[in-house]
């Protein structure tokens, strides 16, 4: 068994058929028929197949997907568009009408429209809960309940949740598990470990890293995954050769940017930690972080994300003085996403305005004077100067 570092570099050589060290693009929709028609035929049928037609499979994808299903230790792996179409494809080849989900109250606000909106028009019902109460997980629990979903670490409050527990009450009632695993990383967190069946990350992040794609992926069986590759044939949203180029380029270098990223990002919320400017610091490789024992439990590092939570006597100012601060920032740029190179932060009552209202603001645990904060791989000095900087003239 190599280790991640070697399989980040070396994995799914065999699908670059060429003498090129690098795998070439193979910018193309379609491939010349084999002079064998069987042969022909079976490229048309076999999942996954890379020398057929786009939406059925292409070589850099299959490359991109076998470095990220040996990351996250499952047998096959399917690269989508985004990591919504992952999601969506792979929920979608898990349940039909008449079935149920249980998934937790905080999710990625695009997940949590598919649940709220689309799979509630198509018969599937959906139970939210608390991720940090496993009672009333396994509460949830029907006997129509075909998936229980979980993200962890959850978008944006940093809830985590315990995933061997979930595993081990799903597979006592028959049920899937699914996790979506972008915020940790697999270099943070392996699900697969503690009996997580399907893994589903944006790419877009972590993986990528460089803000430059948008990709998705599934980790599952082998049987499981051919079954997400017939949804995804009918619904499109494969990735494009580019972009799958650009994720496998970006895999290189994973390991160590999220090492970097994770002792930039302790080190950051130490220094906020001890700033009177600051109310709360949600990071989960603090000792202060409430589920830390958890965290260390099923975690190797505390990820590059964070949120804090400004000063300010009232509602109003501290959300005013969260805006005060995006406003003096410098090297943090207001963005949106998250897992690139470069340092971000976003001031989520704000920005989710739109898809959360006031309820679902304060039952996923959006205040108003959160910030949201993806820490990149500039020097750590830099980073807490710029932060000092900005939190200068904060009032009470
Ligand atoms: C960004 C994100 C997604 C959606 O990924 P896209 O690539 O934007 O479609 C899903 N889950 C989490 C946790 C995310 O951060």
């Known amino acids: 068994m190599s280790h991640i570092e070697t399989d980040l570099i070396h994995k799914g050589r065999e699908f670059n058929d060429s003498k090129a060290v690098v795998t070439p693009i193979y910018q193309t929709s379609t491939y010349y028929a084999d002079d064998d028609l069987k042969e022909y035929i079976i490229a048309a049928t076999e999942p996954k197949n890379p020398n057929f037609y786009h939406r059925h499979g292409n070589p850099t994808n299959s490359q991109a997907a076998a470095v990220i299903s040996s990351l996250e230790k499952t047998e096959d792996a399917l690269v989508l568009a985004t990591g919504m179409a992952a999601i969506s494809n792979a929920i979608l080849a898990v349940v039909k009408a008449g079935d149920h989900i249980v998934t937790q109250n905080s999710l990625y606000s695009g997940a949590m429209l598919f649940f709220k909106e689309f799979l509630l028009e198509y018969g599937v019902e959906v139970s939210h809960v608390d991720q940090k109460d496993n009672n009333a997980i396994e509460g949830a629990i029907r006997p129509n309940t075909k998936l229980i979903y979980i993200e962890t670490p959850s978008n944006p409050n940093l809830d985590i949740t315990d995933m061997e527990f979930v595993s081990s009450i799903a597979k006592k009632n028959g049920i899937i598990t699914m996790a979506d695993n972008t915020f940790a990383s697999p270099i943070n967190q392996t699900p697969a470990d503690f009996g997580i069946d399907v893994v589903v990350h944006s790419a877009t992040k972590y993986l990528g890293g460089h803000s430059d794609l948008t990709a998705g992926v599934v980790c599952g069986s082998k ?26 380029r970006g895999l290189k270098t994973l390991s160590m940017r999220v090492k970097q990223i994770n002792s930039n990002a302790l080190a950051l919320a130490k220094f906020f930690e001890s700033h009177p400017a600051i109310k709360y610091t949600g990071y989960i490789g603090l000792e202060s972080h409430p589920q830390n024992k958890l965290a260390q439990k099923q975690m190797r590092g505390g990820t590059g994300m964070l949120c804090i939570e400004v000063i300010g006597n009232t509602e109003d100012l501290a959300y005013k003085n969260a805006q005060h601060i995006l406003d003096k920032l410098e090297i943090f740029a207001n963005a949106a996403s998250l897992g690139g190179v470069e340092s971000l932060v976003v001031h989520p009552a704000s920005m989710w305005g739109s898809h959360h209202d006031k309820a679902q603001k304060s039952t996923s645990g959006i205040t108003s004077g959160m910030l949201r904060i993806s820490v990149g791989i500039e020097h750590i000095d830099d980073l807490i100067a710029d932060f000092d900087h900005a939190l200068k003239d904060i009032k009470l």
């Open 223 to 248: 049987e499981f995954i051919q079954k997400v590759w017939r949804r995804s044939l009918v619904l499109g949203g494969s990735l494009s050769p580019f972009d799958s180029w650009l994720l496998l």
